[in-house]
């Protein structure tokens, strides 16, 4: 299950089926009439969080634009609304912006091909490196972000640690030093939840950081199949610690059926002190434990090396243009994401949605949002943050959850465990057309 999926997956449970709507709107439908006026299609997916904020946006850009309208249409969340995307581009029956994925699937769109370019659209220097790593074809950005960034990192309970007299851990053998102390104090140290499969993956997933530090270059090579994790020390050093922590007995006892809400629970009333996942999580943690917004913090997975304590995140979704928006309605366009771009839009959005991770938009601020998000902006403002494999590379196998999920529960040795899922990847790989496979 690829994590673009798992966080779909995560706003599944709250969206509903809507069709195409309108806001802001403001005189015709014409792309320009004599009165100067220009109206936008904005193509958002349906999930009841997406709407929120795109209608919060352009209700604000509209009334700083007045002579530019936009109206709001949906698609499906998934595969159907990935399929929707490829054909209109691939039809020029684009709406005149969209929002869509950043990363592997924006390179999909063939965004040379099919989208406009904003080297002159105005806060385009103002986004950060990460989010624009994972939108840049050929030299060329083509996207702004929407929503903010999630980590893949381990929550922990504050209280706990400090009962205990605990820092936060730098290196790996820190971290299972302070699992020692945790669990001597009746706590379990570690929180996995394998009744929902895709949470076993974050020691992996998460720890993609560490490998980034060790060689910058190994997500190009692996893609190129010239690099693979059983190879790599530093690659294959997630699956070693899933079977650390196991082989220490440092999980809670009912890890092969407990599901995310039992994991968050267990957080937030200390019955367990950290949990690897999504930091995108938060936001269900604190709705069903009240109180536990201050409670949480969060550091990344550490690696080795104390000085490359590096946080692995996820970018946010892009907006974009597509190639057949010009003229007028491109000048719009362009403003509208220069808007989207800019603190004022980032203010925009944290008034319709809490933000459950920092912006990537430079000068953003967040506001009163819980700790663990207020931990995530150190990392991302010090640089110490760097994207996780999907945004870099578009191979992932399909059983990685699966193969995790054998590794955290004693089936599997790590090392097998590799070699195992670097065969799973080669059949993706192959599929995908990738040169070297």
Not at 409 to 431: M, N, T
Request: negative net charge.
């Amino acid at each position: 299950m690829r994590t673009r999926h798992i966080a779909i997956a995560l706003l599944a449970a709250t969206s509903m089926a809507l069709t195409a709507c309108s806001a802001g709107s403001l005189g015709s439908s014409d792309d320009k009439g004599g009165d100067g006026k220009v109206t936008l299609t904005y193509l958002i997916d349906n999930g009841q969080e997406t709407l929120k904020v795109a209608e919060q946006m352009v209700k604000d850009f509209t009334a700083k634009n007045p002579n530019i309208t936009i109206k709001l249409d949906t698609r499906p969340q998934g595969t159907d609304g990935d399929n929707l995307i490829k054909t209109r581009l691939s039809t020029g029956d684009m709406s005149d912006v969209f929002m869509y994925n950043s990363g592997s699937l924006f390179q999909a769109m063939a965004p040379e091909k099919n989208l406009a370019p904003l080297g002159d659209t105005e806060n385009i220097g103002q986004l950060d490196k990460n989010f624009t790593t994972a939108v840049t074809s050929n030299g060329k950005i083509y996207g702004v972000p929407l929503g903010s960034y999630m980590a893949g990192a381990i929550l922990y309970n504050k209280d706990v640690y400090a009962k205990l007299g605990l820092q936060v851990p730098k290196t790996w053998a820190d971290f299972m030093a302070n699992n020692a102390k945790i669990k001597a104090g009746g706590v379990d140290p570690v929180i996995q939840t394998y009744g929902e499969t895709w949470t076993s993956q974050l020691f992996i997933l998460g720890d993609f950081a560490n490998v980034t530090s060790a060689d910058p270059d190994w997500a190009d090579k692996y893609t190129k199949n010239q690099a693979k994790y059983a190879t790599t020390p530093a690659a294959e050093a997630g699956f070693q610690h899933l079977q650390e922590v196991h082989d220490a007995g440092y999980t809670n006892k009912d890890f092969a059926s407990a599901k995310l809400a039992d994991g968050l629970r267990y957080l937030a009333q200390g019955k367990g002190a950290q949990y690897p996942i999504l930091s995108a999580l938060l936001s269900q943690l604190i709705a069903d434990n009240p109180g536990s917004e201050n409670k949480i913090g969060l550091f990344p997975i550490p690696g080795t090396d104390a000085a490359k304590n590096n946080l692995t995140v996820w970018s946010p979704n892009g907006v974009y243009i597509p190639a057949t928006t010009t003229g007028a309605k491109l000048d719009a366009a362009k403003k509208f994401l220069a808007y989207i771009a800019s603190p004022d839009g980032c203010t925009s959005q944290t008034t319709a949605s809490t933000p459950t991770g920092p912006y990537a938009v430079k000068g953003c601020t967040l506001g009163d949002v819980p700790q663990a998000v207020k931990d995530m902006q150190g990392y991302i403002d010090s640089g110490n943050s760097s994207l996780a494999l999907e945004f870099v590379s578009p191979v992932k196998g399909p059983a990685l959850e699966q193969i995790c999920v054998e590794v955290g529960s004693g089936i599997r040795k790590a090392d097998a465990a590799a070699k195992l899922y670097d065969e799973d990847v080669k059949k993706q790989a192959q599929q995908l057309g990738l040169e070297g496979w």
